[in-house]
């Protein structure tokens, strides 16, 4: 999976370039900013609360994968800034 979509720009849009990967036992998407930001508390508050609302299609997404890679541990994503600087990051597991 991770093989096939990391780096293909298959899930890029007109604000993040997206990027998967692996590490160790989890699968780790990678939201990189195209344009870089001022980061504040507010912003990063945002994030977060965006993460709590997709939980439920991350549930579903981690089941699927699961299914066909039992050694899943955990889906991180993280959001980074354009010059690659660490914003906020959310790591789901069962």
């Known amino acids: 999976y991770a ?3 990391g780096g293909s720009g298959a ?14 036992n ?4 990678v939201y990189t900013l195209k ?3 001022e980061v504040n508390d507010e912003m990063v508050q945002e ?4 993460f709590a609302e997709m939980e439920e299609s991350v549930s ?7 299914s066909g890679v039992p050694e899943l541990e955990a889906i991180r994503y993280e959001y980074k800034n354009a010059d ?3 914003i906020t990051d959310y790591t789901f597991t069962k």
């Open 26 to 29: 989890n699968l780790v998407y």
């Open 47 to 50: 994030v977060k609360t965006g």
């Open 3 to 5: 093989q096939l979509l």
């Open 60 to 66: 579903e997404m981690y089941d699927m994968i699961k």
């Open 84 to 86: 690659g600087t660490h």
């Open 11 to 24: 899930l890029d849009n007109e604000a993040f370039a997206v990027d998967i990967e692996v590490d160790g």
């Open 35 to 37: 344009e870089q930001v």
